[in-house]
């Protein structure tokens, strides 16, 4: 069964460096997003993506963050400067339609840890 | 603002019973609602969508109902199994794009 794959699956980071959390979506999605879930928490979304722009962003996804579609598998998140309150696991997921009252099953990938140190 | 509320309170029932769990939301209409599935340090993995034309979908032990009056979803799993707990996640549409809005979630504990 198709999946949507993330690595790494563990990420550690000092306080200000560059992070990049990679996705590979399922092959005939159109649809992209990026998620977060701090520890304890519930998942929150961060950002959508379809059609090689941003659809959608949430008032986390600041410009601190940025997304990319480098190759025609490939779905990253970047986080510039990462802050100690950007661990979380962050979770790539895929649709293959959109809203609009028929439904928008998502599916999500196993997720990336990242600490911040 | 939109709202969506689980009972944040652990479920632990008994082998073989129905558990019940209940997503309330308030503040929007949302078309339809899903129901998703999480176990610890995983993503969500999607189990039913429920439209608001429709009272109640099943899908195996599962079944899940909508009532768009009472602005509520319940989601019922017979014959539960130890197998089957898990933190179980209310998810309507996020406004009017494609977002999920996730609720906090309900743990399920199921005990032999």
């Known amino acids: 069964e198709p999946e949507v794959t993330q690595t790494p699956s563990h990420q550690v980071t000092q306080m200000g460096q560059e992070v990049i959390l990679r996705c590979v979506p399922i092959s005939n999605h159109l649809y992209f997003y990026w998620y977060r879930q701090i520890l304890g928490q519930k998942v929150e979304f961060l950002v959508s993506f379809y059609n090689n722009e941003i659809s959608e962003k949430s008032e986390i996804f600041d410009d601190q963050f940025s997304v990319e579609r480098p190759d025609g598998s490939n779905f990253t998140l970047k986080i510039r400067s990462t802050k100690l309150e950007d661990s979380a696991m962050y979770f790539c997921?895929?649709?293959?339609?959109?809203?609009?009252?028929?439904?928008?099953?998502?599916?999500f990938g196993a997720g990336t840890r990242l600490s911040v140190l | 603002s939109q709202k969506i509320e689980q009972n944040s309170e652990a479920l632990n029932i008994q082998e073989g019973k129905t558990a019940t769990l209940t997503c309330n939301y308030t503040n929007y209409s949302p078309a339809y609602l899903q129901w998703y599935r999480q176990d610890p340090g995983r993503g969500p993995v999607f189990l039913l969508l429920i439209r608001e034309n429709e009272k109640e979908k099943r899908k195996e032990r599962l079944k899940v109902t909508f009532d768009t009056t009472l602005k509520q979803s319940l989601f019922h799993i017979t014959a539960s199994q130890p197998a089957d707990s898990a933190t179980y996640l209310c998810a309507p549409p996020g406004g009017g794009g494609n977002k999920l809005t996730f609720g906090t979630g309900t743990q399920l504990k199921v005990e032999l």
């Open positions: 997921a895929s649709s293959e339609t959109i809203a609009g009252g028929g439904g928008n099953i998502q599916y």
